[in-house]
Each structure stands twice: as C-alpha cells, then as structure tokens.
C-alpha cells in the first residue's frame, strides 16, 4: 500500500535546526514533484517548498528559502527538508507530499504523509 511517512519533528530551541525526511513506500511507478507544507494551529496549511525529479527546487518566500533547504533522493524515494534558523513561527505540523502515479500510463495524484510536529520554543 502506497504512503508516505514523515520522521524527524521535534522540540527544538530558537535558532536550532531540524532535518525533516518522507519517504513513500509501495507500489509507485514514479514520484514526480515532491513537497512539503505546513500548518500551524488556526492558520491555513501552507507551502513550503517542492522539489522537482530533477531536483529544482522551489521556494514559498525569500524567508523559507533563506532558512530551509528541499531536496531528495530518488533512490529512496525521499524527501528532506533541511530547517535552520528555526524560529518560534515555524512550529507546526510539516506534511509531505507527493505526486505519484502507481501504474504506467495511469493517472497520477497527490498524496500525503500523516505530518510531523515541529515545536520551536524557549
């Protein structure tokens, strides 16, 4: 069965730093953009960044950009968010996702992992 799982959210002082992964698993023919978002308490969810299978990578805002780092492996179907510079802002939970198509020729979706909880607090 085809999901993906997010692992390394945490407590994490101001001005630290986190590495987010995902990795999907299951029957995946291929994995195309891959991304994360996330959401805080009372907000909308929101990107973050993406990373094609090219590995272009892509950006929300300057601030995103400046402080996180996207990029993958294709080899194991991962996903890494690399987060500096944490500030308190930042907590929240952190979703990957992926476009896969699970046959050849068929349709592709997107799919989502079950999110990661990343606190920033003094």
């Known amino acids: 069965q085809v999901q993906l799982v997010e692992s390394g959210g945490g407590l994490v002082q101001p001005g630290g730093s986190l590495r987010l992964s995902c990795a999907a698993s299951g029957s995946i023919f291929s994995i195309n953009t891959m991304g994360w978002f996330r959401q805080a308490p009372g907000k909308e969810r929101e990107l973050v960044a993406t990373?094609?299978?090219?590995?272009?990578?892509?950006y929300a805002d300057s601030t995103m950009k400046g402080r996180f780092t996207i990029s993958r492996d294709n080899a194991k179907n991962t996903v890494y968010l690399q987060m500096n510079s944490l500030k308190p802002e930042d907590t929240a939970v952190y979703y990957c996702?992926?476009?896969?198509?699970?046959?050849?020729?068929?349709?592709?979706?997107?799919?989502w992992g079950q999110g990661t909880q990343v606190t920033v607090s003094s």
């Open positions: 996702n992926a476009y896969l198509s699970l046959t050849y020729g068929g349709s592709g979706s997107w799919y």
């Open positions: 990373v094609t299978s090219g590995g272009s990578s892509n």
